[in-house]
């Protein structure tokens, strides 16, 4: 079984910065695309930012030019730096993985961590 577990979200003001991580575990050989995604109140689940194995990365046109996403293959860990908040970055944040295992490949989700943008 694999998981993805975030961390680091929690309160900022705007203007401010948080990093989180997503730290997989679990049996598998090797992760392709990783990636983060955001769920507003009464909104739909969005792309926030991916990125392949090889680093190449994907952002949505909201957060380019604030967020970067990163990842240690040797750690198997991704992140999420969002510098510059804004209220409306305001919502529950999903790592995703596309996880190699000796099953096939898995679609893996976190659980979810709670970004609020508020003074």
């Known amino acids: 079984q694999v998981q993805l577990v975030e961390s680091g979200g929690g309160l900022a003001q705007p203007g401010g910065s948080l990093r989180l991580s997503c730290a997989a575990s679990?049996?598998?050989?090797?992760?392709?695309?990783m990636g983060w995604y955001r769920q507003a109140p009464g909104k739909v689940r969005g792309l926030v930012a991916t990125?392949?194995?090889?680093?190449?990365?994907n952002y949505a046109d909201s957060v380019k030019g604030r967020f970067t996403i990163s990842r240690d293959n040797a750690k198997n860990t991704a992140y999420l730096q969002m510098n510059s908040l804004k209220p409306e970055d305001t919502a529950v944040y999903f790592c995703?993985?596309?996880?190699?295992?000796?099953?096939?490949?898995?679609?893996?989700w976190g659980q979810g961590t709670l970004v609020t943008v508020s003074s």
């Open positions: 995703y993985g596309r996880v190699a295992s000796n099953t096939g490949f898995l679609d893996v």
């Open positions: 679990g049996s598998f050989f090797s992760i392709d695309r």
């Open positions: 990125i392949s194995s090889g680093s190449f990365t």
